[in-house]
């Protein structure tokens, strides 16, 4: 029998992303953002943790979605949104059809995903 729910999560040194806030590393924030996401980060005081954040949520669906043996999602066909109360919310135009809940934290140094999807 298919398992119809399925869980990933993902924790990650800040330090990783405070490099990746300067000009130069544009293609790397390219790469695994969206403009949604990089607007989202770089209004903020410290966008590292909330780059960093956003790519273990994006590494946390990329586990939950391999439990599917889906294997075709990459980091920008994620998009990590916010509701206007700041909680997070997960975008994958791939696969409408799952349901897929994500919770972020931060503190100074690391930041962590848990995300749930669920499959009809
Ligand atoms: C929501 C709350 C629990 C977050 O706790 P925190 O310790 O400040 O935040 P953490 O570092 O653990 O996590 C930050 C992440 O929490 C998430 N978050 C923010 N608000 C959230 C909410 N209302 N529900 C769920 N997750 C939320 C975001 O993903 C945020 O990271 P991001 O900005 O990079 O997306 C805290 O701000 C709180 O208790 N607020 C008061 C209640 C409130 O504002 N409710 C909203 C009413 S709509």
């Known amino acids: 029998m298919k398992d119809l729910i399925s869980i990933g999560t993902d924790i990650e040194d800040i330090s990783r992303f405070k490099n990746k806030t300067i000009e130069n590393s544009r293609v790397f924030l390219e790469k695994i953002y969206t403009q949604n996401e990089l607007a989202y980060c770089f209004k903020t ?3 590292e943790q909330h780059l960093c954040a956003r ?3 994006k590494e946390a669906v990329i586990k939950a979605l391999s439990d599917f043996k ?3 999602v990459f980091y920008k066909d994620i998009e ?3 509701r206007n109360g700041g909680a997070p919310y997960v975008v994958l135009n791939k696969y409408p ?9 931060h503190c100074k140094t690391y930041a962590t995903a848990t995300v749930l999807a669920i499959r009809d």
């Open 45 to 47: 005081a410290l966008p």
């Open 55 to 57: 790519f273990c949520a």
């Open 70 to 72: 889906i294997d075709d």
């Open 80 to 82: 990590i949104l916010n």
């Open 97 to 105: 059809n799952l349901q897929i809940k994500v919770s972020i934290s």
